[in-house]
């Protein structure tokens, strides 16, 4: 099957510092890649679709200044999230659209993301 | 827009088997999905139905689809300490994403 593959799986950064997070299709291109965070003993709340070569669309409440996604390659879509605070502590993950027939998602690994 | 819902915990003996439902409320989804999310971890894509189908066994899964009733769900036979997880429903929306249900915690007790 296909691999997303997410750095880091874990981080930890003072209150005030950016903080990037990459997601990789290892073995197949991903026009689109989304964004989730997940909130500990609840599901997944997507943020954004990030579009190869365009602007992320995002989700209503989701503040585009704070959690910027650039996808410049049909690899690689990159989230930072910009002057964090500890409410921004939280695990993303990141999933990208296989090339099978059933539109499965396949997800990376997920990043916990801790602010001091 | 989509509503998906699970029940919140399930706890099964070692051994037993384990059943995982849930409810949906899109009558034109294609296909449907489990995956499986252990502590720490992203989510695994378990296995997948497609509409037209009511039963699909793939080694120790069976998943059951009731398209009049919209119930998913999904049996894990001989149920493991490993099956031990968090374990999500989901289905495609307009949006070419997934809309995911609330999750159920399965909890074997060896």
Redesign the interface.
Known sequence: ?AV?S?HPSWVICKSGTSVKIECRSLDFQAT?M?WYRQFP????M?MA?SNEGSKATYEQGVEKDKFLINHASLTLSTLTVTSAHPEDSS?Y?C?A?GFGG?????????S?LTVL | GEDVEQSLFLSVREGDSSVINCTYTDSSSTYLYWYKQEPGAGLQLLTYIFSNMDMKQDQRLTVLLNKKDKHLSLRIADTQTGDSAIYFCAGPTGANNLFFGTGTRLTVIP
């Open positions: 099957g997303v997410q689109t989304f003993k609840q599901s997944l997507l679709t695990f993950i999933s659209r059933a539109g499965e998602l396949f997800f990376g690994e997920g916990r």
